[in-house]
């Protein structure tokens, strides 16, 4: 039974090195799918948004801020807990002026586009979490 305990511990430890690599992977990949989410939702806003500026189709509009809620919602989940959930109030505030104000949102379309190609292209930029807030604080000045 002496000998045999190394082995018996050593196959333990294997199958639990192999569930906690598989578990980790899989968390990983969640992420990074998450990411992908929140980046493809980005850019399809700034296409509807950009159609309905340059075309004035309400449906490119609307396309748009359905888009936006992707991006939103799966920014969400992918701050929830950390330091950066903070950024996503910006982000909830802006798509209630979207949705619920058109109007002053549709006057700001371009500020709007802007902030959306930002966080395409790298959600963790800087630049693009000022410009959420300065865009949310600009359309909460309009509406006061």
Known sequence: MKKKLPIIL????????VVFFGLWQ???????????LCRASAASAVTSFSEFKEF??????????????????AYYFLVEG???????TFCNDVYGHLL????ISQNNIDEVISVMKVVANDLTDPN???????????MQEQMD
Request: with cysteine; glycine share 6%.
């Open 56 to 73: 004035g189709h309400e449906s490119s509009y609307w396309a748009g801020v359905s888009d936006f809620r992707v991006f939103q919602q």
């Open 82 to 88: 950390t330091n950066d959930v903070a950024n996503y």
């Open 128 to 138: 693009g979490i000022r410009q959420m807030a300065d865009l949310r604080n600009n």
């Open 10 to 17: 050593s196959v333990c430890l294997f199958i639990t090195t």
């Open 100 to 103: 619920l104000s058109p109007m």
């Open 26 to 36: 899989r968390e990983k990949q969640a992420q990074e799918d998450l990411i992908n």
